[in-house]
Each structure stands twice: as structure tokens, then as C-alpha cells.
């Protein structure tokens, strides 16, 4: 029985990294244990299934312009937290905060999203 | 089997079947129905609702401070109370749990009903349908019909539903629900003999309150019992079914990793605009309607004037007729397949023969019916 236990415990907390985006994929290819913050310029806003990308234009401390694919949930729940298909457009500047692609690709999974005043990008609703 | 499950299983089913028999009985004026009667549901059953903590954020996981969604899942394969068997069942959904490239498609039953998607109850008298936003759909039937007979069923990710409205309780067993972890990996990989009932009902505007139990004596050491928190939905009153219409899916492996794609590679080819035509007046079409033989084939062009537009079929080879655009009053093109057509006058301006391209270019030629 305490093996049984053990094992359950075990497996919600690995799983706790491995459960899909509400459906989709599984989260396994971000680095939850870390944040990465950018301020950028919106190229594209993709507001499709199963999962929408805010593709970011940042300058890198090279001065180089690299792109980042920032992504989100499906339109639905970003719709439940008050976000639009127009809620960014393309020349928007903003800031994000996210989880990164583990393969050090420019990717990452979304954490918090502000305009650059520091509005939050959410709950506007 | 233990003794344990056998007796509270027996003890379960001892307290369901009288509540159904007498819910069967009691409702409509005391004749034998399960039927909703609309007058005496009561509460407010309409609108969208959502298992207790199962709203997600914006990125579609748990709401930040909020429990995980794993957690918050209590029908997901970590919950139950696993036999041996039980346990030795739950290797796909860890295996696929710890695979980056594990996609879902759905929820199935039973853990639609404890999912991060809103559903909503359609109530009619003989049937309660429970659809949720990913198209998980669950068909109660409430006519007092009985599950469909062992040999005529198949098990599915939803089950064979059928209820029994007593007021505004609904008690709904479910029979026939199959495993399906490429669907949803997550949902229990209990036997095909599982046996579900739940009884749910508003006990407060805005809150549906489900007791849910489980029985499968091939993987449970004892039932499973669920106590489910159903809230309206307090930022969404509009079912949007788009769970499976995945064309922005960028999800790609590369060196054995899951990554995200480039952007460029998730696009959707650009798509030429439409190719403008010319307008002809109905004479100048009639002038080229007739049927047609290709040369040295059997096959048969046949061209037809539906109001302003000609349509041609390509018999045997497309048995279908197709709208045509005008280039001049000779030459038409099909804007849906590509085929081209220049059709060839004699002296006396009599259309004879045509000439032109299949879809890939090929030519084409052929001589009018006589």
C-alpha cells in the first residue's frame, strides 16, 4: 500500500509537467523552471487552433532583430480571459513573460503579457 | 474480485437501482417515465458550465496561484482507486504523459466532465444531451429506454448514456466507455464493464452538484466515488466548438525534441485570387452548349447553360459538372479544376470541334455531336 502511495505521488508530480494545454499538446517542451522576459514588437498575432503565437520582434544585445513564437492558449480561453483577435495588431510594442522552448529555440510558452505601460494584457474583460 | 468492492459495490447498487425504480416511477403523475417533465426540473440548468478550478489561463493551463489542472481533474487517471490491474493499466497514460509529443484530441467520459472545457446541457423531455467545447458529446436518453443490448453495443470514448429525471435530479448511468489514450490519455483506463452512475442536480443558481460513482471490479479495489462542482462559466455564455480544427498546429519534433515550428512553415499556402472572366450574354453561351466527343476516346464533353454561367462535365472521367468562366466568347476555363476549353467555329460561325488542356496540361480535342 505505501508503494502504491509512493507511486501515485510520484506520478502527479511528473505528470504535473506533462498535462496538455486545456487539449493539445504537452507541456514537457518548456522549461517551467525558468522565465524569460522580452519587449518587443508584434509581427503577427495568430488567433487560431489549437494554439495561438504572439510572434515577436525583439533586439538582441547584439543589436540584432531576432523573431520569438510566443505561445498561447486556444482562441477559446484566451476569448474566457477577455483577449480578442485584434487585441494585438501587428506594431504593437509590448512585454512577455515566458517559459522557454528547452531546445534554446526563440520560443517559449506565455506567462504574463503587459502593453508597454505596464497594462496587463489580460482580464480585460 | 475482493469481498470489498463485491459488498459496497452491492451496497451501491442497492441504493441506485431503488432511486431509478422510484424516479421511474414517481415522475409525470405517477406514470412510469423517466422523462424530464419541464415544469418540475427546476433550477436553472442553461447557460455554460464548468468543473470547480478547471478555468485556465491564457497560455490554456492552471490559472497562476490556481490548483493544477491535474489536481483539479478528479476523474483523471491518477484518482481512482487502483487494483492491482488498475495500476498495471495506467502505464500509457504515464508513458504518453512524460512524451513531449503527446497531443490530445478530446476528453472523453468520464473526464469531460471534470476538464478544462465548458459544456452545457440541452434538456428536452425524452433526452439530455451534454456537449462539451471540444465536441465531446454525451446523449442521455431519458425516454425510459434501457442501454442497448451487450451484443448490439460498442464501447466508445462516451459511453451508452440513459437517465431518469426525478424533479430536478438527474441520475445517468453509463455503460460501454472504452479507453482510448491516443484520444485522451489521460482519462481512466478502467475495463469496458465499468459501470457509472451520477446523480446531479442545481442545489444553488450557478452550481450543479454531481455524486458520481464508479464501478469496475476488473481494475477498482472498491467503487469510486466522486463529489463533482459544476459553476456557470463566469466569463463565457456561448458554446464555440474549435477543438479540432488544429491548422495552426506548430507543434514539430526536431533531433527527437519537441519544438515549435517556424512561423513561415504554419502558414497556409497563399492562395491565388481569383482569375477574372468576362461577362457573355445567354446567346453567346447557347452558342457553345451541346455534347462533345473527345477524338479517338469515347469519352464525352458536355456542356450546359445554368442562368449567366456554363458548366461542363467530362464523361467518364468527371462525371460531375463544373461552373466554367469566360477568357472570350470562345474560350472558357474551369476556375475549379484548371480544365481549359477553346471551342472552333466553321465558316458559317457553327461551334465544330473544341480544343484545349486537361488539369495537367495534357491536351485535349474532340469534334461536336451531330
Redesign the interface.
Same mark, same amino acid.
Given at each position: 500500500m505505501r508503494k502504491?502511495a509512493l !507511486?501515485?505521488i510520484s506520478?502527479?508530480a511528473?505528470?504535473?509537467?506533462?498535462?496538455?494545454?486545456?487539449?493539445?499538446?504537452?507541456?514537457?517542451?518548456f522549461d517551467k523552471g525558468k522565465t524569460v522576459s522580452l519587449t518587443g514588437t508584434v509581427r503577427?498575432f495568430?488567433f487560431?487552433?489549437?494554439?495561438?503565437?504572439i510572434?515577436l520582434v525583439i533586439r538582441n544585445e547584439r543589436g540584432v532583430d531576432e523573431?520569438w513564437?510566443v505561445?498561447? @492558449?486556444?482562441?477559446?480561453? !484566451?476569448?474566457?480571459? @477577455?483577449?480578442k483577435k485584434n487585441t494585438l495588431q501587428a506594431g504593437d510594442r509590448i512585454n512577455v513573460t515566458l517559459s522557454p !522552448?528547452?531546445?534554446g529555440?526563440h @520560443?517559449g510558452? !506565455?506567462?504574463i503579457?503587459t502593453a508597454i505601460d505596464g497594462r496587463p494584457l489580460?482580464g480585460l474583460? | 474480485v475482493s469481498d470489498r468492492f463485491a459488498a459496497t459495490g452491492m451496497a451501491i447498487f442497492a441504493l441506485a437501482a431503488p432511486a431509478l425504480a422510484w424516479a421511474q416511477a414517481s415522475n409525470s403523475q405517477g406514470t412510469p417515465s423517466c422523462a424530464a417533465d419541464m415544469a418540475r426540473i427546476g433550477g436553472d440548468w442553461g447557460g455554460l458550465w464548468i468543473a470547480e478550478n478547471m478555468? $485556465?489561463?491564457?497560455?490554456?493551463?492552471e490559472m /497562476?496561484g490556481g490548483v /493544477?489542472?491535474?489536481?483539479g481533474m478528479k476523474f483523471s487517471a491518477?484518482s481512482a482507486p487502483?487494483s492491482d490491474e488498475g495500476?498495471s493499466r495506467?502505464g500509457d *497514460? $504515464?508513458r504518453m504523459?512524460?512524451?513531449?509529443? *503527446?497531443?490530445?484530441?478530446?476528453?472523453s467520459y468520464p473526464l469531460m466532465m471534470s476538464? /478544462?472545457?465548458p459544456f452545457k446541457f440541452i434538456i428536452s423531455p425524452g433526452e439530455t444531451a451534454i456537449i462539451s467545447?471540444?465536441r465531446d458529446i454525451r446523449y442521455v436518453y431519458t425516454d425510459g429506454r434501457g442501454h442497448e443490448p451487450d451484443d448490439e453495443r460498442w464501447a466508445t470514448p462516451w459511453g451508452d448514456s440513459t437517465g431518469c429525471w426525478d424533479g430536478g435530479t438527474l441520475t445517468i448511468e453509463t455503460v460501454g466507455v472504452r479507453y482510448v489514450p491516443a484520444y485522451t490519455f489521460?482519462s481512466p483506463p478502467l475495463s469496458e464493464n465499468a459501470h457509472f452512475v451520477e446523480r446531479m442536480r442545481v442545489v444553488a443558481p450557478g452550481r450543479i452538484e454531481s455524486e458520481v460513482t464508479v464501478m469496475d471490479a476488473e481494475t477498482l479495489t472498491q467503487p469510486w466515488q466522486v463529489h463533482m462542482v459544476y459553476l456557470r462559466?463566469p466569463?463565457?455564455d456561448r458554446l $464555440?466548438h474549435?477543438?479540432e *480544427?488544429?491548422?495552426?498546429?506548430?507543434?514539430v519534433f526536431?533531433?527527437g525534441?519537441? *519544438?515549435?515550428s517556424? /512561423?513561415a512553415d504554419?502558414v497556409p499556402a497563399a492562395r491565388s485570387p481569383a482569375r477574372p472572366s468576362v461577362e457573355l450574354s445567354a446567346a453567346q453561351l447557347d452558342r457553345v452548349v451541346g455534347s462533345y466527343t473527345f477524338d479517338g476516346t469515347p469519352a464525352k464533353l458536355t456542356i450546359e447553360r445554368r442562368g449567366d454561367r456554363l458548366f461542363s462535365r467530362i464523361d467518364p472521367f468527371r462525371p460531375l459538372f463544373l461552373p466554367m468562366q469566360a477568357d472570350d466568347d470562345l474560350s472558357f476555363f474551369s476556375p475549379t479544376d484548371g480544365v481549359s476549353i477553346r471551342f472552333i467555329a466553321d465558316g458559317a460561325g457553327r461551334i465544330r470541334r473544341f480544343e484545349g488542356k486537361s488539369p495537367d496540361n495534357t491536351p485535349i480535342a474532340g469534334a461536336r455531336d451531330e
Open positions: 502504491k !507511486l501515485n506520478v502527479v511528473t505528470m504535473a509537467l506533462a498535462c496538455p494545454a486545456a487539449a493539445h499538446h504537452s507541456g514537457a517542451m503577427e495568430q487560431r487552433n489549437p494554439h495561438c503565437y510572434q523573431e513564437s505561445e498561447m @492558449g486556444a482562441p477559446m480561453h !484566451l476569448r474566457d480571459r @477577455g483577449w !522552448l528547452r531546445d529555440s @520560443g510558452e !506565455l506567462r503579457a489580460r474583460k | 478555468e $485556465v489561463d491564457m497560455n490554456g493551463r /497562476p /493544477p489542472l491535474l489536481h491518477l487502483w495500476w495506467i *497514460t $504515464v504523459g512524460l512524451s513531449e509529443a *503527446t497531443n490530445i484530441g478530446g476528453w476538464s /478544462p472545457a467545447q471540444y489521460l462559466h466569463a463565457n $464555440v474549435d477543438g *480544427t488544429y491548422e495552426n498546429d506548430r507543434l526536431e533531433g525534441s519537441a *519544438t515549435i517556424d /512561423p504554419a
